[in-house]
């Protein structure tokens, strides 16, 4: 693997060579990496100069199983050659709030931040209990979310609304979920269909 770039808490795997007035960041644990991942990160680039695949070291609502932590950064890589923009770090935190804090740390342009997830996850952030009233319209001070439509449409709280923009696809994703490609592989049924060319050999060691 090529030399990483470390960066005060965060390590660059990959980086684009764009400065950024918008930066579109996309965490997850991408257990595997999946063609939906791959198309939210494909249409954010319509609305940020560049997107960073990030995976946190810990993650505040899951463990690490399935790949290791070195197997989904060098998926990753494959799938983040399909565009120059496309970036690949991990973080110490997992928070949002934490995540933005440190690349703040490393873009010297402050870029607007603008975070991808689909819908599932924005109401997995939204009801979040941060420890305090009032959390989440502050934390949206510091970043906004573009989200994708996953088994349903998102309506945000009319608090935060004017900072959650939806992220429209050209393909209806449905069903196509890291989850769904480790079930099958367990079950032995078809599963190439739902991840990248580039990674499907790797996911075939890695979770056969």
Same mark, same amino acid.
């Given at each position: 693997?090529?030399? !990483?770039?470390?960066?005060?808490?965060?390590?660059?795997?990959? +980086?684009?060579?764009?400065?950024? @007035? /918008?930066?579109?960041?996309?965490?997850?644990?991408?257990?595997?990496?999946?063609? #939906?991942?791959?198309?939210?990160?494909? #249409?954010?680039? &319509?609305?940020?100069?560049?997107?960073?695949? =990030?995976?946190? @070291?810990?993650?505040?609502?899951?463990?690490?199983?399935?790949?290791?932590?070195?197997?989904?950064?060098?998926?990753? +890589? /494959?799938?983040?050659?399909?565009?120059? /923009?496309? !970036?690949?770090?991990?973080?110490?935190?997992?928070?949002?709030?934490?995540?933005?804090?440190? &690349?703040?740390?490393?873009?010297? !342009?402050?870029?607007?931040?603008?975070?991808?997830?689909?819908?599932?996850?924005?109401?997995?952030?939204? !009801?979040?209990?941060?420890?305090?009233?009032?959390?989440?319209?502050?934390?949206?001070?510091?970043?906004?979310?573009?989200?994708?439509? @996953?088994?349903?449409?998102?309506?945000?709280?009319?608090?935060?609304?004017?900072?959650?923009? =939806? &992220?429209?696809?050209?393909?209806?994703?449905?069903?196509?979920?890291?989850?769904?490609?480790?079930? @099958?592989?367990?079950?032995? &049924?078809?599963?190439?269909?739902?991840?990248?060319? #580039?990674?499907?050999?790797?996911? /075939?060691?890695?979770?056969?």
């Amino acid at each position: 693997m090529a030399s !990483s770039i470390n960066l005060a808490m965060m390590t660059f795997f990959v +980086r684009a060579g764009v400065h950024p @007035r /918008r930066l579109g960041v996309f965490p997850g644990s991408y257990n595997p990496p999946t063609r #939906a991942h791959l198309a939210l990160a494909k #249409a954010a680039l &319509l609305e940020t100069d560049e997107v960073v695949f =990030v995976i946190p @070291r810990t993650f505040p609502h899951k463990s690490f199983e399935g790949a290791s932590f070195e197997q989904r950064i060098s998926m990753l +890589r /494959r799938v983040a050659a399909a565009n120059p /923009r496309f !970036s690949v770090a991990s973080t110490e935190g997992g928070l949002f709030l934490e995540i933005a804090c440190e &690349l703040r740390a490393e873009y010297d !342009s402050c870029p607007a931040l603008r975070f991808l997830c689909g819908r599932d996850a924005a109401e997995r952030i939204v !009801s979040w209990d941060y420890g305090q009233a009032g959390a989440v319209p502050h934390m949206l001070d510091q970043f906004e979310l573009l989200v994708a439509a @996953r088994e349903g449409a998102y309506n945000p709280p009319p608090e935060i609304a004017g900072r959650v923009h =939806v &992220l429209p696809l050209e393909e209806d994703y449905r069903g196509v979920s890291a989850t769904e490609v480790r079930a @099958r592989i367990k079950q032995g &049924l078809a599963w190439e269909h739902l991840v990248p060319d #580039a990674i499907a050999a790797e996911v /075939r060691e890695f979770y056969s």
